[in-house]
């Protein structure tokens, strides 16, 4: 009764997922004589039938220049474009600068072409120049980053090595060799005096071998821990630079301040002072400007002054300290400007207005961003003491307001 009983519960399951396999549209069984009746062995001969599964997994690679409908779909979602859009490229952000409405079309004309209608599209858009440097450009005719070409069109380095390696239309241009760099000289000389100090040289082919209770990691530890202390030594050597530099700034500032109250009707001395008063970093070795918001806030503030006919005259801005002006020294010179020369009649009615002696203004990280200088020092207001006018101009700065005039003041 068991084994009856068994066998019909074998042919109960065998008749529902398997039944319709194996009929044809008229009913008839097609495989009647072929597939075993019995469950057990039903199922054997199913197993041997069936064909091997394919793995899908890091064993499966997918070609390069391959994309699937779903991943094509996926990649035009709008919470895919926007999550991609606040990827970090490069300090112009020209992913952010794109748009989502960018980014789709491009994506969609890429992802519309056949596969070696993509090599060639992405062959068009990149090009070598004759220095070694890469531009990468949209259809748009828009410059990017390499990061940001990457992520528009989802390829990564493999492939833009690729178009190099199989391209045939234009003579191929050698790279540019890169001289190594100060931190690649420090990891030489690191790993130099560790294999003397720790590891073993053999005699016949002078190589160093490293020892057993060594692991890559460990030595890797090591070098963080020392580098660690060269980073913390170098930083306070930047520190007292820092200050020395400041200190002769300010002396330099406090001569030509005492010769233009001596001599008022041959110089004039104008001063803006966007000092970081806290001292709470050095905004100078910042690549990008401090954070005043939250937590962070610090106390920057803008003191203008002008020592006019022996007299001292102050501008205090009429800002708030904590707001965020990119045009704030533009805006205190033209303030000066409207004080000092606005009216009909001029203050000064000698021969000639006396020149500008000098102009400083200390290390500040926003002003460095203004200034788009490589070493963002300081601003500078010059004047030419041969002519009958004052000329006052920020140094190097090449953006524009809103209303496209040039952020610069002339003073006539």
Same mark, same amino acid.
């Given at each position: ?224 821990? #020392?580098? /660690? ?6 930083? @306070?050597? %930047?520190?007292?630079? *820092?200050? $020395?530099? =400041? ?45 005043? #918001?939250? /937590? ?6 803008? @003191?203008? %002054?002008?020592?006019? *006919?022996? $007299?001292? =005259? ?99």
């Amino acid at each position: 009764m068991g084994e009856q009983k068994q066998n019909a519960q074998d042919e109960d399951e065998d008749v529902g997922p398997f039944a319709t396999e194996n009929l044809s549209e008229s009913g008839e069984d097609k495989s009647a004589e072929e597939v075993p009746v019995t469950g057990r062995r039903f199922r054997e001969t199913l197993r041997e039938q069936k064909p091997p599964r394919v793995q899908v997994g890091s064993s499966r690679k997918r070609r390069l220049g391959e994309v699937d409908s779903g991943f094509v779909l996926f990649k035009l979602t709008l919470e895919c474009l926007a999550k991609e859009l606040r990827q970090f490229c490069c300090n112009k952000t020209c992913v952010w600068n794109l748009g989502i409405n960018m980014l789709r079309r491009e994506r969609k004309l890429y992802f519309r072409l056949s596969r070696s209608e993509r090599s060639v599209y992405l062959e068009s858009l990149v090009t070598k120049l004759e220095s070694g440097r890469v531009v990468f450009r949209l259809s748009q005719n828009l410059s990017v980053c390499r990061k940001a070409f990457k992520i528009v069109f989802c390829v990564g380095n493999s492939c833009l090595q690729r178009l190099w390696l199989e391209d045939k239309h234009h003579a191929s241009i050698d790279t540019v060799a890169r001289q190594p760099s100060v931190e690649a000289f420090i990891l030489l000389e690191w790993l130099d005096s560790f294999f003397l100090s720790h590891c073993e040289r053999q005699r016949a082919d002078g190589k160093y071998h490293l020892p057993n209770n060594f692991t890559k990691k460990e030595v890797y530890d090591h070098y963080r821990t #020392d580098m /660690a202390q060269v980073h913390e030594y170098e930083a @306070v050597e %930047a520190l007292k630079l *820092h200050k $020395k530099q =400041q200190a002769e700034e300010r002396a330099a500032a406090g001569r030509r301040r005492w010769k233009a109250l001596d001599s008022p009707k041959d110089c004039a001395y104008i001063q803006i002072d966007g000092m970081d008063q806290k001292k709470t970093a050095l905004p100078h070795f910042t690549r990008q400007p401090k954070s005043v #918001d939250g /937590a962070a806030l610090v106390g920057v503030h803008l @003191v203008g %002054a002008m020592i006019f *006919h022996g $007299k001292l =005259q102050t501008l205090p801005p009429e800002r708030d300290e904590n707001a965020v002006d990119e045009r704030v020294a533009v805006t205190t010179t033209e303030e000066f400007r409207r004080r000092i020369f606005g009216h009909r009649r001029p203050i000064y009615s000698g021969p000639r207005r006396p020149p500008l002696g000098s102009a400083a203004a200390d290390r500040a990280a926003h002003i460095g961003e203004l200034t788009e200088i490589h070493d963002k020092s300081f601003l500078a207001v010059l004047a030419d003491d041969k002519t009958s006018f004052w000329i006052c101009q920020i140094l190097k700065i090449n953006r524009r307001n809103e209303e496209g005039e040039p952020t610069s003041v002339q003073i006539q």
